[in-house]
């Protein structure tokens, strides 16, 4: 089994119900192919650096998996296909590290993008 | 024996150049790599504070020799830059 790390940006135009539908549906499918999750982050709503296909702002999350590389092969084809996601990205790492989350405090997030439009 | 007498003559003059560069500086100019300390932080592409600080103003990467940072360390970050440029994070 290895151990991957995976990103994705959504749409900015989803609601609440929409981005729990879609993170399930991506949990299933790493499930049905010999996966396992170990955690999810949602970093929420950001400011994207540049613009991706007309978007300014995106839904990130992220998934901390352990799998083969079949499962992650069944994840990317269904995210190309699928319209509300904008990019992903998998990573493979060494060692899943659970406990550092660098988008957890909030007030960071604010005065990162205050510095951001100075 | 010509040669022998020489050789002395050429060390003399080495020594009336006391400023060359290939002197050794008294003073220490050369920081130590600030990533490869000990407790140093880790490079990852999540960690976009300390990305940010081996930025440009034009968001382009700082050479190894302004930041003195090693080379194995240089790559690392070089790699994580480039991975959270892709998901627009920088």
């Given at each position: 089994m290895n151990c991957?790390?995976?990103?994705?940006i959504?749409k900015?135009d989803l609601?609440e119900t929409q981005t729990?539908?879609?993170i399930?549906?991506y949990h299933?499918?790493?499930?049905?192919?010999?996966?396992k999750?170990l955690k999810?982050?949602?970093?929420?709503?950001?400011?994207?650096?540049y613009?991706i296909?007309?978007?300014?702002?995106?839904f990130y999350?992220h998934?901390?998996?352990?799998?083969?590389g079949?499962?992650?092969e069944e994840?990317e084809k269904?995210e190309?296909?699928d319209d509300?996601v904008?990019?992903?990205?998998?990573?493979r790492?060494?060692?899943?590290?659970?406990?550092?989350?660098?988008?957890?405090?909030?007030e960071?997030?604010?005065?990162?993008?205050k510095?951001?439009?100075? | 024996?010509?040669r022998?007498k020489?050789r002395p003559l050429?060390?003399?003059?080495?020594k009336?150049?006391k400023?060359?560069?290939?002197q050794?500086p008294?003073?220490?100019?050369?920081?130590?790599c600030?990533l490869s300390?000990?407790n140093?932080?880790?490079?990852?592409?999540k960690?976009?504070?300390?990305l940010?600080?081996?930025l440009?103003?034009?968001?382009?990467?700082?050479?190894s020799?302004i930041?003195?940072?090693?080379?194995?360390k240089?790559k690392?970050l070089?790699?994580?830059?480039?991975r959270a440029?892709?998901l627009a994070?920088?």
């Open positions: 991957y790390e995976h990103t994705l959504a900015q609601s729990k539908i879609l399930n549906k299933d499918i790493i499930n049905k192919n010999q996966g999750i999810t982050e949602e970093w929420g709503l950001r400011n994207l650096s613009e296909k007309k978007n300014k702002k995106g999350f998934f901390k998996l352990e799998g083969l079949k499962t992650i994840l269904t190309n296909i509300m904008l990019r992903f990205l998998t990573i790492v060494k060692k899943i590290d659970l406990k550092t989350n660098y988008f957890e405090n909030k960071d997030q604010k005065i990162l993008e510095n951001e439009k100075k | 024996m010509k022998n020489k050429k060390k003399k003059g080495s009336f150049s400023l060359s560069l290939f050794k008294s003073i220490k100019f050369f920081r130590s600030p300390e000990k140093a932080p880790v490079v990852d592409y960690n976009i504070r300390l940010k600080k081996y440009s103003e034009s968001k382009r990467i700082l050479p020799r930041t003195s940072v090693s080379l194995k240089q690392e070089s790699r994580a830059i480039k440029r892709s994070l920088i």
